[in-house]
């Protein structure tokens, strides 16, 4: 699969037009990770956004107010998204990504990278943080509904 058809099924670019597609996928690198090899690390700083192009990841969070140590929260597969919150701030990362697979391959793309684009076509910009912002919008509904019995 092509990049610029990967990057059309992913939600966080809707809105986009095909030149920004070929305009954003020019400017992705490309990375295949080993099996149980780090992508990144809880606390390590955000730099990044990653798209899944080949293969799985796991996401790891280590809450160390826990007991129970690191667990696997969820397993994203190719064409979902990880990382976006560093387009956003410079927080540091909140889980650790690492490789399920030999040959998982994955697409990024550096914050400042992505700066520079926006300064050139702020509509690409425009679009991906409405959707990075309705994404979290719809998190914080979601966890702040009233549990079901």
């Given at each position: 699969?092509?990049?610029v058809d990967l990057l059309r099924s992913v939600e966080l670019f809707d809105g986009l037009t095909d030149?920004?597609?070929?305009?954003?996928?020019?400017?992705?690198?490309?990375?295949?990770?080993?099996?149980?090899?780090?992508?990144?690390?809880?606390?390590d700083e955000g730099d990044r956004l990653y798209v899944v192009r080949r293969g799985?990841?796991?996401?790891?969070?280590?809450?160390?107010?826990?007991?129970?140590?690191?667990?696997t929260i969820i397993n994203l597969g190719r064409g979902q998204v990880f990382g976006e919150m560093a387009l956003v701030d410079r927080g540091k990362r909140?889980?650790?990504?690492?490789?399920?697979?030999?040959g998982t391959t994955v697409n990024s793309i550096s914050r400042q990278t992505f700066t520079d684009l926006c300064e050139k076509d702020t509509?690409?910009?425009?679009?991906?943080?409405?959707?990075?912002?309705?994404d979290l919008s719809f998190k914080l509904r979601l966890r702040n509904l009233p549990e079901q019995s």
């Open positions: 699969m092509a990049l030149q920004q597609f070929e305009t954003l996928a020019a400017v992705f690198d490309e990375r295949t990770y080993k099996r149980n090899e780090m992508v990144f690390e809880q606390g799985f990841v796991e996401i790891v969070v280590d809450d160390e107010q826990s007991e129970e140590g690191p667990r909140s889980a650790t990504v690492r490789s399920v697979d030999d509509a690409i910009g425009y679009a991906v943080m409405r959707n990075i912002a309705a």
